[in-house]
Nanobody
């Protein structure tokens, strides 16, 4: 059984930064594609970023490209989301997810492509 545990959420003012972490246990971490999604109240879960393979090809939603950076440390079984220049519209619960490593690019933009999910961590950006 694969388990994902997010941490690092919190409250920050507009323009601030946060770094989210997602610790993965249970199976070989480096074999998974890893993604971050967010979900605001009353909205669907939306793709934020993904990192594929041990070489780390990265993909971002247009709304966060240039502000957020996804990375992974295979030695620590952890994936990170560095969030800079935060905006009130980034306020949401952020989830990390693990999926099969066999595809590239926009395949990983859909939530149903992932097999395992964390419980989520709240990010609140005040104006």
């Amino acid at each position: 059984q694969v388990q994902l545990v997010e941490s690092g959420g919190g409250w920050v003012q507009t323009g601030g930064s946060l770094r989210l972490s997602c610790a993965v246990s249970g199976r070989t971490f480096s074999s998974y594609a890893m993604g971050w999604f967010h979900q605001a109240p009353g909205k669907e879960r939306e793709f934020v970023a993904a990192i594929i393979g041990s070489g780390g090809s990265t993909y971002y939603a247009d709304s966060v490209r240039g502000r957020f950076t996804i990375s992974r440390d295979n030695a620590k079984n952890t994936v990170y989301l560095q969030m800079n220049s935060l905006k009130p519209e980034d306020t949401a619960v952020y989830y990390c997810a693990a999926g099969p490593p066999y595809y590239t690019g926009t395949y990983y933009y859909a939530a149903d492509r992932y097999n395992y999910w964390g419980q989520g961590t709240q990010v609140t950006v005040s104006s």
